[in-house]
C-alpha cells in the first residue's frame, strides 16, 4: 500500500514537473518579435511603422559619414521653416532637437518632417509629443530631399 501512495505521488511530482518545463520553455522560446506585431496590430500600425513612424517613408534608408554638403543646406531650411518651433538645446514650441538621432530612427525623424499631423493622430509615441507640448508641428511644404537634408543637419548637430 505504501509502494502504491509512493508511486502515484512520485508520478504527480513528474508530471507537475513535466509541465512547469513546458511553460518555461514556452516562454523562452516566444519569438520578442510576435509582441512588436501584436502590439503594433492593436494599434493599426505595421511593424516598421511602430519603429519608424507613419508617411512617405516606408524603407529603411542608407546611412554613411555626415555629408556637409546637405547638412549645411539642412541648416538654412531649419532656419527658414523649423526654427519658430524648435531650438536645439531648450524645449520650445516644440522639443530641443539636439540628439533626437539618439532617441529616434532616421526614418521616423522623416515621417515626422514630412507627415507630422498623421503622426501625431496614430503613433503612439508622436501622440505623447503631441499631449506634451499640446501645439500641432505642421507640414512645412517640404520636399523629400529637403527633409532628408534637415536629417543630415540634426545627425550632425547630433554628435
Ligand atoms: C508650429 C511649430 C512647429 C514647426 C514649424 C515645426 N515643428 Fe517639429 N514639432 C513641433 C511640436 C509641437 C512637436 C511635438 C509633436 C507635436 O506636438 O506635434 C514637434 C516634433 C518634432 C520632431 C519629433 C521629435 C521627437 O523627439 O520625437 C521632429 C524630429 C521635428 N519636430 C522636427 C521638425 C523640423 C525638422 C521642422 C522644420 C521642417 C519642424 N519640426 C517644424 C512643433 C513644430
Redesign the pocket.
Known sequence: MKKIILLIFSASLLILASCGSENNSETTSRNPDDAKQKMAEKLGLTVFELENGIGPIKEKIQLSGIDEIKAASGEE??VA??A???KLDERY???A?RG?TE??SPE??LN??LN?EEM?KRHP??RK??AM?A????F?N?TKDDARA?LEY?RKESK
Open positions: 531650411i531649419f521653416k523649423c519658430q518651433c524648435h514650441t516644440g522639443p532637437l533626437v532617441t529616434r521616423y525623424i515626422m518632417i507630422p501625431t509615441e508622436a509629443m503631441l507640448y501645439n500641432q508641428m505642421t512645412q517640404v534637415l540634426l
